[in-house]
């Protein structure tokens, strides 16, 4: 197969940790033809859409750079076997335009053949990481979403403590915990929200985030993996990116609960590989766009999980395949 990789500048993503580059690696491993390219260099030509791309290798483990470039072209979206969508968020204007390129993927051709793109674009489009589980109001803490202050103070007098969020935040970037006691409470209101001009995601505090956040890895419907990110004692964030560590955890009863009540709809609107984040009882985020901790959970659970998810992508192109 050919792959194509669409991700963040090749020279800024890092080998074990940053699960694009392992599930690149591994598609190399099995013999797969692997592409990349950044938004920047997607097109239309003619309602075709089209990249410039590059060809990888992959040096051995802890040779740097981890890649070389063999080979650069341009192709029409349509030869390659399938495309995986992972530029890390924000969802910014541009991103959104890389969507609707890619919905191009199969425009024009006359092969009879058919090109996936995962996760799909139009549920990328859709589904915000922070408003997609609001679909889901069973499984998720109280929460609201706004920009008037007086709704926030509002929130926070009921629940004593929460968390503010920005809806296109990524590695904990952006999350503070309200508290009555706060004299910065209002500036962090008015800096969060633009002075009441952008609307912000606020969330009753959960006391279990002091003993972590469960990333749970699912593919097309599936948990295959998880781990706990444990925040530092000076911080509330638990994300990797924000200095959180990482430990070995299992899947409780009430995970797999989550996971099921998900699954289905996660497969029926095209997001096939994701994580979603489980602080106790509660589902807090459902990551699609290029969810991580893939190295992570191999390390820690003595698996290769890039290779299960290559495992699968073969028969999902062979079934798509089929279907047209």
């Not at 959104?96 to 053949?113: E, Y």
């Not at 911080?235 to 070995?248: I, K, Q, T």
Request: charged share 25%.
């Amino acid at each position: 197969m050919n792959l194509l990789f669409v991700v963040d500048p090749l020279e800024q993503l890092l080998p074990g940790h940053d699960t694009s580059v392992a599930l690149m690696q591994a598609a190399a491993r099995v013999g797969y033809i692997v592409w990349a390219c950044t938004i920047d260099e997607l097109r239309a030509v003619e309602g075709r859409a089209c990249a410039r791309v590059q060809r990888l290798s992959f040096k051995p483990i802890g040779q740097k750079p981890y890649y070389g470039v063999e080979e650069q072209a341009q192709r029409f979206l349509s030869e390659f076997s399938a495309i995986w969508m992972r530029k890390d968020p924000p969802v910014t204007p541009a991103y959104l335009w890389a969507t609707q390129i890619l919905d191009l993927a199969n425009a024009g051709r006359s092969d009879g053949g058919y090109t996936p793109v995962l996760n799909n674009p139009r549920g990328l489009r859709d589904c915000n990481e922070k408003l997609y589980a609001l679909h889901f109001p069973q499984l998720i803490p109280e929460t609201i979403v706004g920009s008037r202050r007086d709704d926030i103070l509002a929130f926070l007098d009921v629940h004593d403590q929460a968390v503010i969020k920005p809806l296109d935040g990524k590695g904990g970037e952006g999350i503070f915990l309200l508290s009555r006691e706060d004299r910065n409470l209002n500036g962090i209101i008015e800096q969060s929200t633009h002075y009441g001009r952008r609307p912000v995601m606020v969330q009753r505090y959960l006391s279990e985030s002091r003993e972590g956040d469960k990333r749970i890895i699912l593919l097309a419907g599936e948990p295959i993996g998880a781990l706990l990110r444990v925040p530092r004692e000076d911080d509330l964030r638990g994300n990797m990116a924000a200095g959180g560590r990482v430990a070995r955890t299992a899947l409780t009863e009430r995970d797999r609960q989550i996971c099921a009540v998900l699954g289905p709809r996660l497969v029926a609107d095209g997001h096939y590989f994701v994580g979603i984040d489980v602080i106790g009882d509660y589902l807090t985020e459902i990551n699609v766009t290029s969810p991580t901790g893939i190295c992570e959970i191999d390390l820690l659970d003595g698996v290769v999980l890039e290779d299960t998810v290559m495992e699968w992508l073969a028969r999902f192109v062979q079934a798509a395949d089929r279907r047209r």
